[in-house]
C-alpha cells in the first residue's frame, strides 16, 4: 500500500513539473528579449533550449512508468511566474530589470529545484532507479542553472548600476 500511494505521488509531482516546464517555456522567450545584459540574454536562450530537452526527459519518464494523463495545472509556477513579471514591470531602468530578471529566474529554479529532489528522492525509494537517474540530471541541469545566474548577477550586473543608489 506505502509503495502504491508513493508511486502516486510521485506521478502527481511529476505531472507538476512537466506543466511547470511549460509554462516556462512560454516566459523564457519574454525573459530573454527583456534582458539588456548579452551573458543574461544568452543564458535565458540556453536555458529554454534546456526545458525542451528537460520536457522530452520527462515524457520519457511518463512513458516508462506508463502514465498517459499527464495535465495537471502548477499553481506554484503560475504564481512565480506572475510574481516574476509584477516584479519585472516595476523596475525603473533596464539594469535594475536584469536584476530583477535574475531573482524572478532563481525562484523559478528553486521551486524546480525542490520538485525534482523530490521525485528523485521518490523514485530511489520505489527502485525505479533509471528514472531517478533521469530525473537527477535535469535537478543537476537546474542547479547548475542558478549557478551560472548567481554569478551573471555577481560580476556582470553588479559594476554597471547600484541598485538605489
Known amino acids: 500500500m506505502r509503495g502504491n500511494n508513493l508511486q502516486q505521488l510521485m506521478v502527481e509531482e511529476l505531472k507538476d513539473l512537466y506543466d511547470a516546464e511549460k509554462q516556462i517555456s512560454k516566459v523564457l522567450p519574454k525573459m530573454a528579449s527583456e534582458a539588456k545584459t548579452s ?4 543564458a535565458f536562450e540556453e536555458h529554454l533550449k534546456q526545458t525542451h530537452k528537460q520536457m522530452r526527459r520527462l515524457e520519457d519518464v511518463f512513458d516508462t512508468l506508463k502514465v498517459k494523463e499527464r495535465e495537471k495545472e502548477c499553481k506554484g509556477m ?3 511566474i506572475t510574481e516574476g513579471e509584477e516584479m519585472i514591470n516595476q523596475a525603473p531602468d533596464s539594469f535594475s530589470r536584469d536584476h530583477m530578471l535574475v531573482a524572478a529566474a532563481q525562484r ?3 521551486y524546480e529545484m525542490a520538485g525534482y529532489g523530490t521525485v528523485v528522492s521518490y523514485a530511489h525509494q520505489l527502485d525505479h532507479h533509471d ?16 549557478l551560472l545566474l548567481s554569478e551573471i548577477a555577481q560580476t556582470k550586473l553588479n559594476g554597471k548600476n547600484k541598485l538605489g543608489r
Open 78 to 80: 503560475q504564481a512565480l
Open 131 to 146: 528514472v531517478a537517474d533521469t530525473l537527477q540530471m535535469t535537478l543537476n541541469e537546474e542547479k547548475q542553472t542558478d
Open 39 to 42: 551573458d543574461l540574454r544568452n
Open 108 to 110: 523559478v529554479e528553486h
